[in-house]
């Protein structure tokens, strides 16, 4: 029995089109097949030009975002490394606590959930000592706040820190530049604004970050050695795991349509649905948790009212309107919920469905939601 349709707008994953669908179910083939790496090198290609990098280290990594996360630290990080980490919600303390299982030294320069990290505070902690590594999240989907990555990079830089972001939530719905910001690691994930299902983590690695691999006292973590990785993903095309096929159909379909739209209409497509939605939000009487110009335009973070109960808010929109928000994590759990207009997912009618939903789950718990008045102002502008 197939499971039941559910609009996807939590935190991820988000709704896929039919075409990554019907992609995902193209014939199997075998990840050495002489049909399938011509698949895989485009993939690999359009992962660099969505990057914006010449990395010939750049792939469709097996495993969710978290896995993009370890194969960053167990290939950058050896035991005593001074690794600095900006951490602004759940992901960030996660990338510290990541680090801090591959041995490192590592220094959390911390912010208020929800409120917007200062880049200087970043840099002074890397200026302050030797640093091996800085890691910060771009778009931090446990708040929805976005961090400005210049200062960070340049600050980086110029203390000869490597430089890595996590743009799980980020790629695909901002433009992303990695060779001109100077980043040395990015690693994402393919189901928020990519738009295909979960299961692979796009990952780059620069020549600086490689040489680090090289001159490593210790070796990697099997699965995620970059070395090893290099052997299926670079020209020998040699067996280190089994690709998983599928995924990488489904990949290469989401890639497709990025690429048919344009980094720059999908940006304002996403700013565009981000800005309906806060409208009726306002209408509703909810208040976003973070400022627009600071806010991730992908996912919203939005504050319950006094006496709104998270659990049942959250159960009525699943089970009356077949609609799927998120929580809060962290120090946020019960105080927000969060909403996702991610890739496929990031359209008006959308964030129609959910102001009518939202507004419902405020009158199922006693509340008066002007819910026409809602569509009303989403509709404008
Ligand atoms: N980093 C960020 C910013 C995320 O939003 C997520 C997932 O929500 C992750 C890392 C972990 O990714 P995954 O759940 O795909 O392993």
Redesign the pocket.
């Known amino acids: 029995m197939p499971p039941p349709e559910v609009l996807l707008l939590g ?2 994953p988000s709704p896929t089109s039919v075409l990554v669908r019907a992609a995902q179910a193209w014939p199997l083939l075998g990840h050495l097949d002489a049909a399938f790496l011509p698949i895989l090198e485009r993939v690999q290609q359009r992962l660099r030009d969505l990057l914006g990098t010449t990395n010939a280290f750049t792939l469709p990594l097996a ?7 370890e194969a960053v630290v167990g290939n950058l990080v050896e035991a005593g490394d001074r690794v600095v980490v900006g951490v602004h ?1 759940v ?1 960030g303390q ?2 510290a606590e990541a680090a801090r299982r591959r041995g490192g030294d590592v220094i959390e320069v911390l912010t208020e959930f929800g409120a917007v990290p200062d880049p200087a505070a970043i840099v002074q902690a890397v200026a302050a000592g030797p640093t091996r590594l800085c890691c910060v ?6 708040t929805g706040v976005l961090l400005d990555l210049e200062p960070v990079a340049a600050g980086a830089r110029a203390a000869g820190a490597l430089f890595a972001v ?1 743009a ?2 980020s790629l695909g719905g901002l433009p992303w530049h990695a060779d001109a910001l100077g980043v040395d690691a990015v690693f994402s ?1 393919t ?2 604004c990519l738009s295909a299902p ?1 299961g692979l ?1 796009p990952l780059t690695l620069s020549p600086a970050a490689l040489r680090r691999v090289a001159e490593r006292r210790t070796l990697p973590p099997f699965a995620v050695d970059a070395s090893l990785l290099t052997g299926y993903f670079g020209a020998d095309r040699a067996y280190h795991h089994t690709a998983p096929v599928s995924l990488i159909y489904a990949l290469s379909a989401a890639l497709d349509e990025v690429f048919a739209e344009g980094m720059l209409a999908r940006e304002q497509r996403h700013r565009a649905v981000a800005a309906s939605l806060r409208r009726g939000l306002d209408v509703l009487g909810l208040m976003p948790l973070v400022a627009v110009a600071d806010a991730t335009p992908m996912l919203t973070s939005v504050c319950y009212p006094e006496g709104i109960e998270d659990r049942a808010f959250r159960a009525h929109l699943r089970k009356v309107h077949a609609v799927e928000i998120g929580g809060g994590l962290g120090s946020l759990a019960g105080r927000v919920f969060r909403l996702g207009l991610m890739g496929h997912g990031a359209r008006p009618e959308n964030v129609l469905r959910a102001l009518a939903a939202i507004g419902d789950a405020l009158s199922a718990q006693g509340r008066t939601a002007d819910i026409g008045g809602a569509l009303a102002a989403a509709r404008e502008g």
């Not at 495993?63 to 996360?69: F, K, L, Q, V």
């Not at 999240?137 to 446990?142: D, F, G, I, K, L």
Request: charged content about 15%.
């Open positions: 935190p991820g495993g969710t975002g978290t896995s993009g996360m919600g992901f996660r990338f999240v771009h778009a931090e989907t446990s996590d799980v939530t994930g189901q928020k979960p983590s």
